[in-house]
């Protein structure tokens, strides 16, 4: 049986959000002090239905003592009190151990061969190899939005990844490439992952497309604790 794959938070201190002036920092009050200060946000999505009055933050002090913002923010408790990671870059770590471990089951096949990899005028998160030397062009996104049981991504309009999943349709079709989306989950709520297609039809269109054209659609929940957030267990896909 495989250990958990997990990545330390470190000393958190929790807070309250009060405002969000800009997609990348928050205003909140510590907990302990009552001090309001500032704090960056690294995951620009809308997070509305998280980022609420009085919701629960915890923070991390930033390790360079120049740097503008001297908190992060690292967790959020939803209203159902699960905690959120807010770290959209967290999911690109925890793929490339899952990845080497083989913990993806539909990837167990597949090596990590670049990660970074430019393709055409894009650039996706990680370039496979399996044994027969054939390649596959997988692109990991961070999700956040549960709602009712179900993952939604994405919560706000992205062209930019509508522009990846048509890439990799084009790609996989013509054979040059196999493709592969993730989906990571960064709470442990979720039953099911499905497209917010509400939010954004045209990447739930571009989504059903790209499977239907052989591109493989994943998603793997998390475990996200004050200390940790380790990676879960695959989530069926219904892509509607």
């Not at 201190?13 to 800009?22: G, H, K, L």
């Not at 003592?65 to 923010?73: D, H, I, L």
């Not at 499977?211 to 695959?234: D, F, K, M």
Request: hydrophobic share 45%.
């Amino acid at each position: 049986m495989l250990s958990s794959i997990s990545l330390e938070f470190g000393p958190l201190v929790p807070a309250r959000f009060v405002e969000r002036p800009n997609r990348f920092v928050v205003h909140c009050r510590l907990e302990s002090s009552g001090e309001l200060v500032a704090a960056h946000l690294a995951d620009p999505g809308r997070l509305k239905e998280l980022l609420v009055p009085d919701a629960r933050l915890y923070l991390r002090q930033a390790a360079e003592p120049t740097r503008k913002t001297r908190w992060s923010v690292i967790l959020v408790q939803a209203a159902s009190s699960v905690l959120v990671s807010l770290q959209s870059a967290l999911v690109n770590h925890l793929a490339a151990e899952a990845l080497r471990r083989g913990a993806i089951a539909e990837l167990a096949e597949w090596h990590v061969l670049r990660s970074e990899y430019t393709q055409g005028g894009s650039r996706f998160d990680f370039l496979l190899e399996n044994d027969g030397g054939e390649k596959l062009l997988l692109e990991v996104k961070s999700c956040t939005l549960v709602q009712e049981g179900t993952a939604l991504f994405p919560d706000a309009v992205t062209a930019r990844g509508t522009r990846h999943v048509q890439e990799l349709t084009e790609l996989q079709s013509t054979g040059e490439f196999q493709g592969g989306v993730l989906f990571v989950v960064q709470r442990a709520d979720a039953k099911t992952f499905s497209p917010a297609a509400q939010i954004d039809p045209r990447f739930a269109q571009a989504l059903r497309r790209a499977q239907q054209a052989g591109v493989r659609v994943l998603s793997y929940n998390c475990t996200v604790e004050e200390t940790a957030i380790t990676w879960g267990h695959r989530l069926p896909v219904d892509l509607g």
